[in-house]
């Protein structure tokens, strides 16, 4: 693998926040395909940092600083993801749910999903079932993406795929789920319409959940 991604891997494990911004321009300069850039240097450094905080090698201050690192890169990259959107294709809410502040993997699939032609509204983090209704009552969406890093907020998504069940809403917008401890079978469990291991299958599943309504 490129020199130059290993680099981008490092200076994120190692929080060198000052060094981010030009290694990732320079990956950029060298031809590197930007959804490389994430997934085999930003993500796959943070993969790296999430394996230290289980063996209590770091603690959150630094998974912080290497998360507000990531970020920093992922800020060069991200103008040239986007695509020409003049025709939005839906609209899609974004949201990380109620209890849970990890938004890097959203905001990826954001970017994905606008660099596809979507209309993205982001809801941010931490987001009551309550809010969400709220939301897609006055702006109806096609379709909501609920992201969850932690399994104690994972029940989060069950209830508000039953409240829009409970609401007669689960016909005029779908949910799709994702998140590191996400997986298939739970979204099925749960009822969800659809499930993304990634910000790439966020983008199929939201083409072939939007083109189903
Ligand atoms: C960075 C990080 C943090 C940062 C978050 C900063 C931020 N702004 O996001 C900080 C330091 C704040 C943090 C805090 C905590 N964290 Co943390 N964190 C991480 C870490 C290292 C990386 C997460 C990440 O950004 N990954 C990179 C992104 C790109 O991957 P991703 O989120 O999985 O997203 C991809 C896919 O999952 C998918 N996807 C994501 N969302 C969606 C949504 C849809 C709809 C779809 C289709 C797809 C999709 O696409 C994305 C792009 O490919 C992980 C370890 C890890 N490797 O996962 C731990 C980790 C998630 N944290 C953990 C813990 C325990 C915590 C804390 C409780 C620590 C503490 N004691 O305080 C707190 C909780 C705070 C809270 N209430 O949320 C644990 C969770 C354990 C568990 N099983 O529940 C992990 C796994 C670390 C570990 N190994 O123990 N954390």
Same mark, same amino acid.
């Given at each position: 693998?490129?020199?130059?991604?290993?680099? +981008?891997?490092?200076?994120?494990?190692?929080?060198?926040?000052?060094?981010?911004?030009?290694?990732?321009?320079?990956?950029?300069?060298?031809?590197?395909?930007?959804?490389?850039? +994430?997934?085999?240097?930003?993500?796959?450094?943070?993969?790296?940092?999430?394996?230290?905080?289980?063996?209590?090698?770091?603690?959150?201050?630094?998974?912080?600083?290497?998360?507000? /690192?990531?970020?920093?890169?992922?800020?060069?990259?991200?103008?040239?993801?986007?695509?020409?959107?003049?025709?939005?294709?839906?609209?899609?809410?974004?949201? /990380?749910?109620?209890?849970?502040?990890?938004?890097?993997?959203?905001? +990826?699939?954001?970017?994905?999903?606008?660099?596809?032609?979507?209309?993205?509204?982001?809801?941010?983090?931490?987001? /009551?079932? !309550?809010?969400?209704? !709220?939301?897609?009552?006055?702006?109806?969406?096609?379709?909501?993406?609920?992201?969850?890093?932690?399994?104690?907020?994972?029940?989060?998504?069950?209830?508000?795929?039953?409240?829009?069940?409970?609401?007669?809403?689960?016909?005029?917008?779908?949910?799709?789920?994702?998140? @590191?401890?996400?997986?298939?079978?739970?979204?099925?469990?749960?009822?969800?319409?659809?499930?993304? @291991?990634?910000?790439?299958?966020?983008? !199929?599943?939201?083409?072939?959940?939007?083109?189903?309504?």
């Amino acid at each position: 693998m490129s020199d130059i991604l290993q680099q +981008i891997r490092d200076a994120i494990i190692r929080r060198k926040r000052g060094e981010i911004q030009g290694l990732v321009e320079t990956a950029v300069k060298e031809g590197i395909d930007p959804n490389g850039i +994430i997934d085999n240097g930003l993500i796959a450094a943070m993969d790296v940092v999430g394996q230290q905080f289980s063996d209590s090698e770091i603690f959150v201050p630094e998974m912080l600083v290497s998360a507000l /690192t990531m970020k920093m890169g992922l800020d060069v990259v991200k103008p040239l993801l986007k695509s020409d959107n003049a025709r939005p294709r839906g609209t899609i809410m974004m949201a /990380t749910v109620k209890g849970d502040m990890h938004d890097i993997g959203k905001n +990826i699939v954001i970017m994905m999903l606008e660099g596809a032609g979507f209309q993205v509204v982001d809801l941010g983090v931490d987001l /009551t079932v !309550e809010k969400l209704m !709220e939301q897609i009552e006055s702006n109806k969406p096609d379709l909501v993406g609920l992201s969850a890093l932690l399994t104690t907020t994972m029940p989060e998504m069950r209830r508000a795929v039953q409240i829009l069940h409970e609401r007669g809403l689960n016909e005029k917008v779908k949910v799709m789920v994702g998140g @590191a401890p996400v997986s298939a079978s739970f979204a099925e469990e749960i009822g969800a319409d659809g499930y993304g @291991a990634d910000a790439a299958e966020a983008v !199929e599943v939201a083409r072939r959940l939007i083109s189903d309504l």
